[in-house]
């Protein structure tokens, strides 16, 4: 089974995977709303803003697990990321992270090596996993802010993966291809 086949189900009870953002770069954070990085939710809203148009999405995952930093409710954390951030991007359920009952997503996950070469158990809230059209996976501790130069250079590498798919598909019906010969359509 491949990271894109795993179930997941939104914040609001729907069922859904990451096959429904194939033709995306995902940013897989946990996230919570009494830590002391809570503010990266705005960091990741920006990114969500900036890059969403161009074929990337970041998917929050509400996690308890460290601390009790996400003791509220799915209708307390929605609110709390509308309100509070603006957050317009995807919200998972309230997800487990580490251990035997942790989300089939982030047991795959903790496979994946950060930068020094370390994998195994997330560390805390706000750990960052970068998931490219190719299925590679980028790995990210909770203290690299969502808009460090290293996400966001992975994040633009994923975006050129997409390559032209993304913005043929963006060409209006009938449209003419100025780099074609006269008179061909796009």
């Not at 997800?95 to 070469?117: F, I, M, Q």
């Not at 633009?156 to 997409?162: M, N, P, R, S």
Request: some cysteine.
């Amino acid at each position: 089974m491949s990271l894109r086949d795993i179930p997941l189900t939104t914040i609001d009870g729907r069922t859904t995977s990451l096959a429904e953002h194939a033709d995306k770069v995902v940013l897989v954070v946990n996230v919570a709303s009494r830590c002391g990085l809570t503010p990266q939710y705005a960091t990741l809203e920006q990114l969500q803003r900036t890059y969403g148009p161009r074929g990337f999405t970041v998917l929050g995952f509400p996690c308890n697990s460290f601390a009790g930093q996400e003791p509220g409710s799915a209708e307390k954390i929605t609110e709390f990321c509308s309100t509070t951030y603006g957050v317009t991007f995807p919200l998972m359920e309230k997800t487990k992270v580490n251990g035997r009952h942790s989300h089939p997503l982030y047991t795959e996950l903790r496979k994946v090596p950060d930068a020094s070469g370390h994998a195994g158990r997330v560390r805390w809230n706000f750990e960052k996993f970068v998931i490219l059209p190719d299925d590679s996976v980028h790995r990210f501790r909770p203290q690299t802010l969502p808009d460090d130069a290293a996400i966001v250079a992975v994040i633009e590498q994923g975006l050129a993966q997409l390559g032209g798919a993304a913005l043929d598909e963006a060409a209006p019906e009938g449209a003419v291809d100025e780099a074609a010969p006269e008179g061909v359509e796009a």
